[in-house]
């Protein structure tokens, strides 16, 4: 079984410009996460989607970020304009809607804004 | 606010021996709680899950418990290895049992 792909996985920007990061969830994966991982800190939740519908946002710096799946497949998340702080790993993890409640995460992408 | 919280301190065992590590939650039990390990460069990996109304959990060499009282999980490693080295993420689920707040996770090495 394929897991969770990403990319780029690797990204180096200079702040105010603009970045997108794609991910493809394993297939028949309902539920799709996107997170942001600071260095040395846990993953936090970015967004949640069901399908092509958003469960959760409540921590999306809209001003700045905003994600998509408009398939409910395949999703991409954009930050612009990206500022120093953004600097991070972002995490895709996708999982069923059945009893099982794990998480798969991809490799994530690393951003680096100067 | 939910929080979760870990020893952000590396713990620093000799193989061979028990690594224990915590995670602390606050105000109300979670319906389950996850425990994930993290590789450098790398996404996290689900390790175990225990449920509020279990108080142990085994899986091979790892054991998880979850005490309600002391709003507390443990995380066991028996007859640690080196290739045991990681970060442990501990994670607990929202009302609906279908989010997860990560704690900062600790790092365990395991010297040979």
């Known amino acids: 079984e394929a897991g969770v792909a990403q990319s780029p996985r690797y990204k180096i920007i200079e702040k105010r410009q603009s970045v997108a990061f794609w991910c493809n969830p394993i297939s028949g994966h309902a539920t799709l996460y996107w997170y942001q991982q600071i260095l040395g800190q846990g993953p936090k939740l970015l967004i949640q989607?069901?399908?092509?519908?958003?469960?959760?946002d409540s921590q999306l710096p809209k001003d700045r970020f905003s994600a998509e799946r408009l398939k409910g497949v395949d999703s991409t998340l954009k930050i612009q304009p990206a500022k120093l702080e953004d600097s991070a790993v972002y995490l895709c993890?996708?999982?069923?809607?059945?009893?099982?409640?794990?998480?798969?995460f991809g490799p994530g992408t690393r951003l680096l804004v100067l | 606010s939910q929080k979760i919280e870990q020893n952000s301190e590396a713990l620093n065992i000799q193989e061979g021996k028990t690594a224990t590590l915590t995670c602390n939650y606050t105000n109300y039990s979670p319906a389950y709680l996850q425990w994930y390990r993290q590789d450098p460069g790398r996404g996290p990996v689900f390790l175990l899950l225990?449920?509020?109304?279990?108080k142990e959990k085994r899986k091979e060499r790892l054991k998880v418990t979850f005490d309600t009282t002391l709003k507390q999980s443990l995380f066991h490693i028996t007859a640690s290895q080196p290739a045991d080295s990681a970060t442990y993420l501990c994670a607990r689920a929202n009302n609906a049992g279908n989010m997860l707040t990560f704690g900062g996770g600790t790092r365990l090495m395991v010297k040979p």
């Open positions: 993890a996708s999982s069923s809607t059945g009893g099982d409640k794990t998480q798969y």
């Open positions: 989607f069901q399908n092509n519908g958003v469960v959760d």
């Open positions: 225990i449920r509020e109304n279990e």
